[in-house]
């Protein structure tokens, strides 16, 4: 595939970031702060790509200022889905934790102003940039390799899981971002690409889910609730439970995900050879 169209979806990846950082700046708006993000996480896959595609060159990795907002974004929008999180649990009660959610709040002020104190991102941010035409095919079976290799250990960790997420973040973005029009793309199996990328979009949507509750559940840790009283930490181990087991409802989902659905899936998505089709404008599988 010509290093030019990847060289470009790059920049307009760094373009979009640029736009939501001033965004996020004016109002800290979860879906800015969450589009952001995922603009990165694009970017990055693509310079993961490049990385595997000419292994003898050092990994390309984006800029220490490009990786400040991304964390400090990231810390931001967790903090802001565990407000969210306690007030819907316990609007029935009307029995908010209101010292911990003081401190969740101060967390938030404090982090909205490293966000304002950040330099904002510069063109120079975005200078990386691809010397050799990449391949993708490599990259989608790496991934796959990860994944396999993960899908053969049980029980699964929540960093296992994680890491699932990850390659099939880096798989999806790829493709997706490559394959401009799936309507009259099929696999060699015949079952459309369209159908396959649907089904990782909703099964990243669930890990997405999972990810988030363990976020939640790190935030109720001693160091965060030792300004409670007795009463609110009983409200407190209530929340917990209360979000441990929609964590255990996930989990579920994700084990019959991974022992059922995912390895076929897998073996579909991962067996198309992209680069030529994708080089003559049409991808497609064998």
């Given at each position: 595939?010509?290093?030019?169209?990847?060289?470009?979806?790059?920049?307009?990846?760094?373009?979009?970031?640029?736009?939501?950082?001033?965004?996020?700046?004016?109002?800290?708006?979860?879906?800015?702060?969450?589009?952001?993000?995922?603009?990165?996480?694009?970017?990055?896959?693509?310079?993961?790509?490049?990385?595997?595609?000419?292994?003898?060159?050092?990994?390309?990795?984006?800029?220490?200022?490009?990786?400040?907002?991304?964390?400090?974004?990231?810390?931001?929008?967790d903090?802001?889905?565990?407000?969210?999180?306690?007030?819907?649990?316990?609007?029935?009660?009307?029995?908010?934790?209101q010292?911990?959610?003081?401190?969740?709040?101060?967390?938030?002020?404090?982090?909205?102003?490293?966000?304002?104190?950040?330099?904002?991102?510069?063109?120079?941010?975005?200078?990386?940039?691809l010397?050799?035409?990449?391949?993708?095919?490599?990259?989608?079976?790496?991934?796959?390799?990860?994944?396999?290799?993960?899908?053969?250990?049980?029980?699964?960790s929540?960093?296992q899981?994680?890491?699932?997420?990850?390659?099939?973040?880096?798989?999806?973005?790829?493709?997706?971002?490559?394959?401009?029009?799936?309507?009259?793309?099929?696999?060699?199996?015949?079952?459309?690409?369209?159908?396959?990328?649907?089904?990782?979009?909703?099964?990243?949507?669930?890990?997405?889910?999972?990810?988030?509750?363990?976020a939640?559940?790190?935030?109720?840790?001693?160091?965060?609730?030792?300004?409670?009283?007795s009463?609110?930490?009983?409200?407190?181990?209530?929340?917990?439970?209360?979000?441990?087991?929609?964590?255990?409802?996930?989990?579920?989902?994700?084990?019959?995900h991974?022992?059922?659905?995912?390895?076929?899936?897998?073996?579909?998505?991962?067996?198309?050879?992209?680069?030529?089709?994708?080089?003559?404008?049409?991808?497609?599988?064998?």
């Open positions: 595939m010509s290093r030019n169209r990847v060289n470009n979806i790059i920049r307009e990846h760094f373009k979009n970031m640029k736009k939501y950082s001033r965004k996020i700046i004016k109002n800290f708006d979860e879906e800015v702060i969450h589009d952001f993000r995922v603009e990165y996480k694009k970017m990055r896959a693509f310079l993961r790509m490049k990385t595997l595609s000419k292994q003898e060159d050092g990994p390309i990795t984006v800029s220490p200022l490009l990786k400040k907002w991304y964390q400090w974004a990231g810390a931001l929008r903090l802001q889905l565990q407000q969210h999180s306690i007030l819907t649990l316990t609007k029935a009660t009307q029995n908010a934790p010292k911990y959610l003081a401190a969740i709040e101060a967390a938030i002020k404090k982090i909205e102003k490293k966000l304002v104190a950040l330099p904002a991102i510069s063109s120079g941010e975005g200078k990386a940039r010397s050799e035409n990449p391949l993708l095919d490599p990259f989608v079976k790496y991934n796959c390799g990860v994944i396999r290799t993960i899908l053969k250990e049980q029980p699964y929540d960093n899981i994680h890491q699932v997420r990850k390659s099939l973040k880096d798989i999806f973005y790829t493709i997706r971002g490559l394959a401009d029009d799936f309507d009259d793309i099929a696999l060699s199996s015949g079952i459309p690409l369209k159908t396959e990328m649907n089904y990782f979009e909703t099964l990243l949507d669930q890990l997405g889910e999972f990810q988030n509750k363990s939640l559940l790190q935030l109720y840790s001693a160091e965060w609730t030792k300004h409670a009283d009463r609110e930490l009983r409200t407190v181990n209530r929340l917990i439970s209360a979000v441990k087991k929609e964590k255990a409802a996930l989990r579920k989902e994700m084990m019959i991974f022992q059922q659905e995912l390895p076929v899936h897998l073996d579909l998505l991962c067996e198309g050879h992209f680069d030529v089709l994708i080089a003559a404008g049409k991808p497609t599988s064998k």
